[in-house]
C-alpha cells in the first residue's frame, strides 16, 4: 500500500486479556518502530526494528508487552493481561535504513481497557 | 540518551499573529532534530528537519526551525499563523551514531483563534 497500515483502528477489551496490534510497514522500508501515546500525552518509544538486526527493545514497559517482525514486513505488537494503564494509541511507523529520519505513521491503533 | 523537553503543552494565538514553539534537547553526541504534525485526526508526518549544514531550516508551509547548539533549542517558529496550523507538534531528536531511534517530546497543542 501507499502507507503505513495498522489494524484494528479500535479495540475495546477488558482488562486481563490479551490484545494483538498489527503494523503493515511501507513496502522497502527497513525500519520498524512501536510507539504509545496515552491521552494528553507525547509519544513514548516502545521498539524498533532495523532490518535484520536485534531489536531495540528498551522502551517495553513490561514483559507482558512483546512485538515480532516477520523479515521486513508486518509486525505484531502483543500485549498480555491488558492493564487499564494500557489504555492508548498504539502508534507504528517505518522508514528507510539511511531516511535521513523521516518516519511514516500510520494513524494509530486505539486500545480502550474496560 | 537523548531527551526533549517542549515547554508549552498548549500554545493558543490569533489567527495572522506570529508564534515560537520551544525544543530544547538534551544529548551528550551530535544530533539530528526534527518537527513532526499532527492535524487533527490525522497521524503523525514531518514538518521539517535539521541534518547538518545550514542552522535554518523551513518548511513547505511557512514554517522555520533554527538549530542552536549553544542553547540546544530546536524552536518551530512562523511569522503568520492561519486557521490550519491548528494542530499538535512534536519535537523529536535522534543520535548520529547510526541508531535512527527518534525521541519524541511531550508535544504542544497549537490552536488558532480567529
Known amino acids: 500500500g501507499a502507507g503505513v497500515s495498522q489494524s484494528p483502528s479500535n479495540k475495546v477489551t477488558e482488562k486481563g486479556k490479551d490484545v494483538e496490534l498489527r503494523c503493515d510497514p511501507i513496502s522497502g522500508h527497513t525500519a520498524l518502530y512501536w510507539y504509545r501515546q496515552r491521552l494528553g500525552q507525547g509519544l513514548e518509544f516502545l521498539i524498533y526494528?532495523?532490518?535484520?538486526?536485534?531489536?531495540?527493545k528498551s522502551g517495553l514497559p513490561s514483559d507482558r508487552f512483546s512485538a515480532e517482525r516477520t523479515g521486513e514486513s508486518v509486525s505484531t505488537l502483543t500485549i498480555q493481561r491488558t492493564q487499564q494503564e494500557d489504555s492508548a494509541v498504539y502508534l507504528c511507523?517505518?522508514?528507510?535504513?539511511?531516511?535521513?529520519?523521516?518516519?511514516?505513521f500510520g494513524e494509530g491503533s486505539r486500545l480502550t481497557v474496560l | 540518551a537523548q531527551s526533549v523537553t517542549q515547554l508549552d503543552s498548549q500554545v493558543p494565538v490569533f489567527e495572522e499573529a506570529p508564534v515560537e514553539l520551544r525544543c530544547n534537547y538534551s544529548?551528550?553526541?551530535?544530533?539530528?532534530l526534527f518537527w513532526y504534525v499532527q492535524y487533527p485526526n490525522q497521524g503523525l508526518q514531518l514538518l521539517l528537519k535539521?541534518?547538518?549544514?545550514?542552522?535554518l531550516v523551513e518548511s513547505i508551509n511557512g514554517f522555520e526551525a533554527e538549530f542552536n547548539k549553544s542553547q540546544t533549542s530546536f524552536h518551530l517558529r512562523k511569522p503568520s499563523v492561519h486557521i490550519s496550523d491548528t494542530a499538535e507538534y512534536f519535537c523529536a531528536v535522534s543520535d548520529l551514531q547510526g541508531a535512527q531511534k527518534l525521541v519524541f517530546g511531550q508535544g504542544t497543542r497549537l490552536t488558532i483563534n480567529p
Open positions: 535539521y541534518l547538518s549544514g545550514s542552522t
Open positions: 544529548s551528550s553526541v551530535s544530533v539530528y
Open positions: 511507523a517505518s522508514s528507510r535504513r539511511h531516511g535521513g529520519g523521516e518516519l511514516f
Open positions: 526494528f532495523q532490518g535484520n538486526s536485534a531489536p531495540d
